[in-house]
T-cell receptor, first 112, second 111 residues
């Protein structure tokens, strides 16, 4: 019940295309869902985050879509660029705790 | 510059030899955490701390110890390392549930 399932494991997209990464959770107590971006040799960095009271959040080319009833959320990268090539992690946590559950990661490669 | 600093960056050790990985942040954050990253398993939380002298277990605490005697430091201690603790370790800090800042990582090999 504590898991966050992330798919796909890897993704190859052409430059200018849309990258979509999906996550699903079971624990309905989760109320904060961040996405992290990690480049090789670096620590993860927060990309964008959403709370379940909104269905979508957009920051530049990055959008989170949230479906509370389906217990799913996804990251969309519009106009994908080679510089977006990285590993992406979704995560979830609950108010009042600082216990984070991460997905297993998606390795994205954007072809020039 | 806001930083989370981990040391060492790379460490090779042998089974049973106690080691400590240090973590320090310069942002006066209350919350700090340790994660391990393994291929196919993503990031898994080991321990976290909400403030000085307040720590709690994450998902994979077995074989690890932590302490939080000062706000800026959160060392990770492996009292008797085993090969299954070979991994990439990250320390992170944040102000409440704001942005978590991660260190650059410590790659540990236990032979």
């Amino acid at each position: 019940q504590q898991q966050v399932k992330q798919s796909p494991q890897s993704l190859i997209v052409q430059k200018g295309g849309i990258s979509i990464i999906n996550c699903a959770y079971e624990n309905t107590a989760f109320d904060y869902f961040p996405w992290y971006q990690q480049f090789p040799g670096k620590g993860p960095a927060l990309l964008i985050a959403i709370r379940p009271d909104v269905s979508e959040k957009k920051e530049g080319r990055f959008t989170i879509s949230f479906n509370k009833s389906a217990k799913q959320f996804s990251l969309h990268i519009m106009d994908s660029q080679p510089g977006d090539s990285a590993t992406y992690f979704c995560a979830a946590t609950t108010s009042g705790t600082y216990k984070y559950i991460f997905g297993t990661g998606t390795r994205l490669k954007v072809l020039a | 510059e806001a930083q989370v600093t981990q040391n060492p960056r790379y460490l090779i050790t042998v089974t049973g030899k106690k080691l400590t990985v240090t973590c320090s942040q310069n942002m006066n954050h209350e919350y700090m955490s340790w994660y391990r990253q393994d291929p196919g398993l993503g990031l898994r939380q080991i321990y976290y701390s909400m403030n000085v002298e307040v720590t709690d277990k994450g998902d994979v605490p077995e074989g690890y110890k932590v302490s939080r005697k000062e706000k800026r430091n959160f060392p990770l201690i492996l009292e008797s390392p085993s090969p299954n603790q070979t991994s990439l370790y990250f320390c992170a800090s944040s102000e409440g549930r704001g942005i978590q800042y991660f260190g650059a990582g410590t790659r540990l090999s236990v032979l």
